[in-house]
């Protein structure tokens, strides 16, 4: 009886040991930060997500500005993801808060009613529509 | 005692050592507190790392930890992010927001009463309460008076069933389910869309064309869905009454109740009565039956959103009667006797059915669902000394699984049915009696590219025992060339045995000879009815004078390889036969929906149709059907004041077109008809008066200007003679029917 107690225990220590390591998961849940203000940078912004390898899911709150994906850890990472954003144009904020800006050209792509580094558009979005811009941390 | 210290010690030891080496801690769900759930399949991190993990079944995570790291951060789908700050090693506790983004957005621009699908693959679109209140709209076969897609028609001149068809084709070539499971077929075909009161539907979605291939393989022209009310969402009480000239008196009911957190109920109870006699016309025979229905549905409803479930359970019954014939018809003298012509039609229904669904919770696009239903239907009847009894039993059950296939621009949808149905069938003294089953297995894949084109391709395969093992495939294609324009194909194939009497049920009301043509087929001894479907649309919206508006112009063409054809040209016969040659059904349509002002908006519809078939005398067109219609309605709405209060004003104009009637030249002279009718026009017309949130009035009239076909029934005169026929109609037989009606609700 002790025995397999004991064998039950060392098993335990396995698997917990086991579980410091970070397992590749198949449909992993991220969440990150895209700045953007209306329903076409949505669209463009789910799109960039799903269009990268790995991405099963996408949805990106025009409130909060979370996107939140479900995707193939051991296809993809985050960083992958975020270029991809990066390349439509979307400034994301990374895992250290730090906030990625993408490159003047492609933030020159976004259609002009889009321009969410715009005081003047995001202003006129809140008139609009009462959305809540949430200011950059 | 020792031993068992020693014992759990060591158990426990595992969880000591790596307490010391990872931080744990559990997490929940704000807006579910006092159960202390956890949350499962939420992810952890430490900010600026790699190192997550995962919250397990009962809501705890274990995530590696070392000194440097201080910031935590919670993630989960449909919540709010935090992030915590972690200074010591005990284990968290911590409450996780739901993000609501529902409330804070109010977009000024008014959601249609119809909506036209612009980013769905099907030419589908969604008619919601607001525009079934528009129309007397007391069943749902009144429902689609104001809808251009459908024509309402008349079935005969005894009952005033209404009758739908879409694409020129009539509603069995429908296929009519409510809540996706198919109801309006086999014995209730001609009757079952009027047992569905007005105020029970929620919505309805119509689909032109192909259609989808998960609910079965029998739709030809299109598929028409009813959403009922739900007893989640619908008003906790709510009563309707409704009285009409015409002698038509309705009273509905609901009553929705909250069981418990995750169980509601509604009861649902119509009633309709029509006792007064009308003979407008002078023709001896009463212009509208004497009725009385009782229908009962209950409803319940289960949801657990955070497991993943939900069901429905339903159960419902009804009892319609009807009476017509000649004035002074009495059924229990005259019944079976030459005396007086009469018919009575009893139908009683019984159904009841079960749904199951559940959502994956970590995986929001993958889920499973299951339907199962069975009903029970029955209806004697007599027409003169025709008799007819049919009783048809059904059961049909569905299983579908959703996913993905890799992301979500690949959606698929796949899964089995069973559909089982018995018919017991009288015609006079012959017994049609047959049972029908069949098993089949689908596969539908959706593709969207998320921006202008997208695809749905659906494939079949069932196995019936009287139609044998047949492939249905269905496809649509939607692409948007340019802003606000979009362009949709379709192609699909549909098979069905046609139910030639159930269909056909004013036929018994005339003295035709019924001749079938046996060649040996498996159902009535005709073949099954096969066709191809094939259709192209194209929407645009546009703004003019800075208003709203859009244009649809849609051709579709339905072509038959095999079809039971009707053949009504001799008035003495009615022949059934299998189709030899050509029938196809072509039908173009042009709508404009347009906002004239901010509350005024039009909708109006031109539709040819060129419907033609190879009849054994020749190639005719279809008869009984405009070859042109045009539609018009007009709705105003003036400004919502505090509390709801409006006025709302609604004017539908039709303008049908000649028809071709059936040949009646070998009919004495007065009982002949012209070759074609003469072009009509009808008006209704509706207005509601909103009092408050609780209560509204609303009176209209249908038929404002009287228009009426003179002679509906041939040789009413001599109802048991040779010539006796009131299956011959195309036009209103009652002329103006004015009514009003209640509402009033408490949410």
Redesign the interface.
């Known amino acids: ?2 025995k397999i ?2 064998i ?2 060392l098993l ?2 396995g ?3 086991q ?2 390591e ?1 397992k590749k ?1 198949k ?5 990150f930060e895209v700045d953007g203000i209306c329903g076409m940078c949505k ?1 463009r912004i ?2 960039a997500a ?1 269009k990268s390898k790995g ?5 990106w ?4 500005h ?1 996107l ?1 994906l ?1 995707m193939d850890e051991r296809k993809t ?1 985050v960083a992958a993801i975020q270029s991809n954003i990066l390349k439509v144009g979307h400034d994301v904020v990374g ?3 730090q906030k990625i800006e993408a490159t003047t050209e492609a933030y020159n792509t976004v259609h002009p009613c889009c321009k969410y580094r715009d005081e003047e558009i995001i202003l006129d979005h809140e008139g609009g ?4 811009k949430k200011k950059t941390k | 005692m020792n031993k068992i210290l020693i014992n759990s010690l060591l158990l426990f030891l595992p969880f000591i050592l790596f307490s010391q080496t990872t931080f744990n801690g559990m997490l929940m769900d704000k807006s579910n507190p006092k159960d202390n759930l956890g949350v499962e399949g939420a992810t952890v991190h430490w900010l600026g790392t790699n190192i997550s993990s995962v919250t397990n079944k009962k809501g705890w995570f274990t995530i590696p930890y070392k000194v440097e790291y201080k910031k935590l951060v919670i993630n989960y789908l449909g919540f709010r992010t935090d992030t915590l700050t972690i200074k010591s090693l005990k284990p968290i506790h911590h409450f996780l927001t739901p993000e609501s983004g529902l409330d804070e957005v109010t977009i000024r621009s008014k959601r249609k009463a119809t909506q036209k699908a612009f980013f769905a693959t099907t030419n589908v679109f969604t008619v919601n309460s607001d525009e079934l209140l528009k129309a007397a709209c007391c069943n749902l076969a009144e429902s689609f008076e104001t809808n251009p897609s459908i024509d309402v028609s008349f079935s005969d001149a005894l009952t005033g069933t209404k009758q739908i068809q879409m694409l020129g084709l009539t509603s069995p070539y429908l296929l009519i389910s409510q809540e996706n499971i198919p109801s309006v077929r086999g014995a209730s075909q001609v009757f079952g869309l009027t047992f569905t009161p007005g105020t029970w539907v929620e919505s309805i979605q119509i689909t032109k064309g192909a259609g989808s291939v998960v609910n079965g393989f029998e739709s030809i022209s299109g598929q028409i869905n009813a959403e009922l009310v739900k007893p989640f969402s619908d008003n906790k009480f709510f009563l309707n009454a409704y009285s009409s000239l015409n002698g038509r008196f309705e009273l509905n009911t609901h009553f929705n109740e909250r069981v418990s957190d995750k169980w509601q109920t509604g009861l649902y109870v119509h009633g309709n009565y029509r006792g007064e006699k009308f003979d407008r016309n002078n023709d001896n025979f009463l212009d509208a039956p004497l009725a009385n229905q009782i229908n009962v549905m209950n409803r319940w409803q289960f949801t657990d959103a955070e497991k993943g479930w939900v069901s429905f359970i339903n159960i419902r019954f009804l009892n319609d009667e009807k009476q017509t014939g000649e004035i002074n018809f009495n059924p229990s003298l005259d019944k079976g006797t030459t005396n007086a012509w009469g018919s009575e039609i009893d139908t009683k229904r019984f159904e009841t059915s079960g749904k199951l669904g559940y959502v994956f919770p970590a995986l929001p696009f993958q889920s499973i669902g299951f339907q199962m239903a069975y009903s029970n239907h029955e209806q004697d009847s007599y027409f003169g000394l025709n008799v007819y009894d049919i009783r048809h039993q059904s059961v049909y059950s569905n299983i579908i699984f959703n996913s993905i296939i890799g992301d979500t621009r690949n959606k698929f949808k796949t899964g089995i049915n069973f559909t089982y149905d018995k018919f017991e069938e009288l015609v006079n003294t012959l017994d049609f009696s047959r049972k029908e089953n069949a098993f089949g297995a689908f596969f539908e894949y959706a593709f969207d590219n998320l921006d202008n084109f997208s695809l749905t391709a659906g494939l079949r395969v069932d196995t019936h025992n009287l139609l044998g093992t047949f492939v249905t495939p269905r496809l649509h294609l939607r692409y948007a060339p340019w802003e606000k324009g979009v362009f949709r194909a379709s192609v699909g194939r549909g098979k069905r045995s046609a139910n030639i009497f159930a269909e056909n049920q004013q036929l018994f009301a005339s003295s035709r000879q019924i001749n079938i043509d046996n060649v040996g087929g498996n159902i009535y001894g005709l073949n099954p009815e096969i066709a191809w479907n094939y259709g192209v649309s194209y929407l645009q919206k546009f703004n003019f004078f800075e208003k709203k508006g859009d244009i649809t112009f849609d051709f579709y063409q339905t072509n038959f390889q095999n079809q039971v054809i009707v053949d009504w040209e001799n008035p003495q016969e009615i022949s059934f036969y299998d189709l030899d040659g050509k029938s196809i059904a072509n039908s173009f349509q042009v709508e404009v929906n347009y906002s004239l002002t901010k509350n005024l908006n039009l909708r109006t519809a031109y539709k040819y149709f060129d419907i033609t078939t190879d009849f054994k005398k020749g190639n005719l067109q279809k008869p009984i059907q405009p070859e042109n219609r045009f539609f018009a309605n007009l709705s105003y709405e003036t400004e919502l004041q505090e509390n709801n209060r409006q006025w709302k004003f609604d004017v539908t104009f039709n303008n049908i077109g000649k028809q071709r009637l059936p040949s009646t030249a070998s009919n004495p002279v007065q009982y002949q008809l012209p070759e074609y009718s003469d072009p009509y026009q009808l008006l209704n017309s509706q207005i509601t008066k909103v009092f408050s949130s609780k209560f509204e009035l609303y009176i209209g009239a249908e038929n404002l200007t009287n228009v009426r076909q003179k002679n509906p029934i041939l040789a009413s005169d001599d109802p048991f003679g040779v010539n006796f026929d009131s299956t011959i109609i195309y036009s209103p037989i009652f002329g103006r029917a004015v009514y009003a009606g209640l509402r009033y609700k408490i949410k």
């Open positions: 009886m002790k107690i004991f039950f225990s335990m220590i698997f917990s040991i579980s410091q970070v998961k449909n992993a849940k991220v969440s669209k789910e799109t799903l991405v099963k899911y996408a949805i709150s025009v409130k909060t979370q939140n479900i990472d895992f250290d808060a529509l009462k959305k809540q």
